[in-house]
Each structure stands twice: as structure tokens, then as C-alpha cells.
């Protein structure tokens, strides 16, 4: 029996059992009284014990992830996956309200991360056949390559962490930079999230399209941005470069593309501390938008991201819930767009042994 079993550590329960509970509906109503045509498409092994609707019960798998005093991790998975095809739902981003200093718990990113090796691990010692880390959100991801002598790659090193914990697959969100899929030697499927953001401004807001312009806050984004604007279709399109001058001391953020007069969306990964959008939103303005709105996908809101926010001309951001968003939530500011249906589909279709391309490249 090929069971499909969810399981999730402390970084993003809710998402997880939102993504467990769409699995459950959208297997139950849309694959499974097709099933024979769907495993036809299918390639590779025959896949036993597909063919009865799911149950909740039977995909969530309870797992407990605590912490010892002098707060080592600890993780059990709370009921048999032997042979089963495993998913374990763990963004690697700091926890929103990090456990006070002196008590046990999940304090940093690092231990999110922790949380999702010894999961794995524990998961490969209890012999579930397949297991895919599922990172909605990939910390460490903006170190990934050699900015400077004698520093790491970390993201490199984290993806080898995830592999040799023995995880055969990952399932991620909107990398910081594509090349990261090469960091793993096991197969990763990247969803983007471009498609969510151009329906969630179609249906909420479709008074920005007048006169909009795209904007990506810098060249590393640039292509990020280009997929917004063509779902928006928005012929509207900017960037901003840094330009450094005498040597490197002045630097000068330059807009490539004309603002003057129209409303902007900048699209972004990743918000932390809103350093970098509130530099762009300062030097849109400066150059005419008339006004500015933001849609990054990784909403961490480091310190006091948000108040910065607040006191900033910037006039809305949405983002998304791969990472719990529990602090900007019901904020006026703030619009948060959940990649909880995609990551569902995403499952069904990697335990159906499915494309998934038309997620990949198309979105719906
Ligand atoms: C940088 O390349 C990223 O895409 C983000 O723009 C950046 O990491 C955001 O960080 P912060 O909000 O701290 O400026």
C-alpha cells in the first residue's frame, strides 16, 4: 500500500493542515473517479492502494517536535510510515514569535531547519518508501554563490543537509534564484507564485492596472518581475539598478523605465527587514509614481519591518503564507495570498507520479 501521509514541525502547522485538508478535497473530488485515465498518464511503478478516496486521518500524520531544556530537538513521527510516500511541510524561516530566552522551543531559523532534518531522518529510519521535503520557504537561500573570499555557500549546504537526511525529492516556493535547483542531486519541483498575485490583483484591485508599471527593486529580480507583468499584462515594465561611484563609496539607486505619473507594483521574493522596498519605494516616488504597492512572496517582516512599513508611502503589500503570517495578518497594509491549493495540487500530482509542469509553467 502506497499511503500519501502528511506530516509538518513547528514552522508552519497551519499551512500544513490546510494543504492536508485541500489534498484530501481535491483527491476526493477530481482525481479519484478518474483514476484509471490518471494512472494511465502516469509513469514508472505501479502505485497500490490508490484507488480509495482519502481520509483526512490517514494523511495527517502526527508528529511530535519539542524541545529538550538545553533546547536540542526532538522529533517523533507518531504513527507507521513504512512504505509510504511521505510529505513533511516545513518552511525554514525564523519562527514569528520566537520562544522567550531560558524556555525551550523553536528560537531561529535554524531551528526550523533542525526540525526538518531530524523529521526527515526519522522518517528514512522508519522506511517510508519516498520522502519530499516540502520548503515553502527556503532560508539561507540569498547565499548562493561567493560574494567574497573565504565565506560559505550556504545554500548549497543546506540543500546537502536536506539530501543526506534522506530526503528524495523537494518541493519548493519561489527560490530566491533558480540555480538553486542544482544544488540538489534529487529532483525539486519549484512553484512560482506570479500566477497568484496577478489573480489576487485581478479580483481585489483592478484599479491598479490602470497606468501600471512593474517594477523589480533590482537586476536579480528582474525576470520575477517580467512574469507578473505578462500575467498582468502590463506593458508597463521597470527596473531599478545600484550604481556605485568614487570607488564604490556612492551608491545610487538608478530607475530604468519611466514611473512618472503611473502606479507601480514592485515584485519581490523575499520582505525582511523592508530595507530594500522601502529604498525603492523612496526612489519611485522621487522619480513620479504616483503611487506604490508591493507583492513579495516570502513575507518575514524582520524587527520592525512592519511600523517601517507603516510610516513609508508604500500603499499596500501582499504576500503570501509560506511563511505564518499571523503579525501582518488583518494588517490594513497588508493582503496575504495562500499557496496552500498549489502546494496541494502539487502533492497529489508528485504521489500520482504526474506532470506537474502545467503548475510549473503555467500556474492556473
Ligand atoms: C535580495 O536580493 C532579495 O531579493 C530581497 O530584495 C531582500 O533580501 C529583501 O531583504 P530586506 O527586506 O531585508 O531588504
Not at 512574469?227 to 530607475?255: H, I, M, N
Request: hydrophobic letters at 45%; aromatic letters at 6%; one cysteine or more.
Amino acid at each position: 500500500m502506497n499511503g500519501l501521509r502528511i506530516v509538518a514541525g513547528n514552522a508552519n502547522p497551519d499551512l500544513a493542515r490546510k494543504v492536508a485538508e485541500l489534498v484530501v478535497e481535491k483527491f476526493n473530488t477530481r482525481y479519484v473517479e478518474f483514476i484509471d485515465e490518471v494512472l494511465r498518464e502516469r509513469r514508472g511503478a505501479p502505485l497500490e492502494g490508490v484507488r480509495d478516496p482519502l481520509k483526512f486521518e490517514d494523511v495527517w500524520c502526527e508528529a511530535k517536535v519539542k524541545y529538550f531544556p538545553d533546547n536540542e530537538v526532538y522529533a517523533h513521527v507518531e504513527r507507521t510510515v513504512r512504505g509510504q510516500c511521505v510529505f513533511v511541510i516545513q518552511p525554514t524561516c525564523p519562527p514569528r514569535q520566537g520562544t522567550p530566552p531560558g524556555e525551550p522551543g523553536p528560537k531561529t531559523v535554524n531551528d526550523h531547519l533542525m526540525e526538518l532534518l531530524l523529521l526527515i531522518d526519522a522518517l528514512k529510519r522508519a522506511s517510508a518508501e519516498k520522502i519530499c521535503a516540502v520548503v515553502p520557504y527556503f532560508g539561507y537561500a540569498r547565499q548562493d554563490r561567493k560574494t567574497e573570499g573565504r565565506v560559505p555557500i550556504s545554500a548549497r549546504l543546506v540543500a546537502n543537509l536536506i539530501e543526506r537526511a534522506g530526503a528524495t525529492r523537494v518541493l519548493a516556493v519561489e527560490l530566491h534564484a533558480s540555480q538553486i535547483q542544482g544544488f540538489f542531486d534529487i529532483p525539486l519541483d519549484h512553484l512560482r507564485t506570479d500566477h497568484l498575485f496577478a489573480r489576487h490583483i485581478r479580483a481585489h484591485h483592478p484599479d491598479w492596472l490602470e497606468d501600471l508599471v512593474v517594477v523589480s527593486p533590482d537586476l536579480g529580480g528582474l525576470f520575477r518581475a517580467r512574469r507578473v507583468a505578462e500575467r498582468l499584462q502590463s506593458p508597463g515594465f521597470a527596473t531599478l539598478a545600484k550604481r556605485r561611484f568614487d570607488g564604490g563609496k556612492l551608491e545610487v539607486l538608478l530607475v530604468i523605465g519611466d514611473v512618472k505619473g503611473k502606479r507601480v507594483l514592485l515584485v519581490d521574493d523575499i520582505l525582511s527587514t523592508g530595507g530594500t522596498l522601502l529604498r525603492a519605494v523612496d526612489r519611485l516616488i522621487e522619480q513620479g509614481a504616483k503611487e506604490v504597492y508591493a507583492a513579495c512572496t516570502h513575507g518575514i517582516f524582520a524587527g520592525d519591518a512592519l511600523e517601517r512599513i507603516e510610516a513609508s508611502p508604500l500603499s499596500r503589500i501582499i504576500v503570501t503564507d509560506t511563511i505564518p503570517q499571523t503579525a501582518a495578518e488583518g494588517h490594513p497594509l497588508v493582503e496575504v495570498v495562500s499557496v496552500a491549493d498549489d502546494l496541494a495540487e502539487a502533492i497529489i500530482r508528485i504521489y500520482l507520479g504526474l506532470s506537474i509542469s502545467e503548475l510549473l509553467v503555467r500556474g492556473r
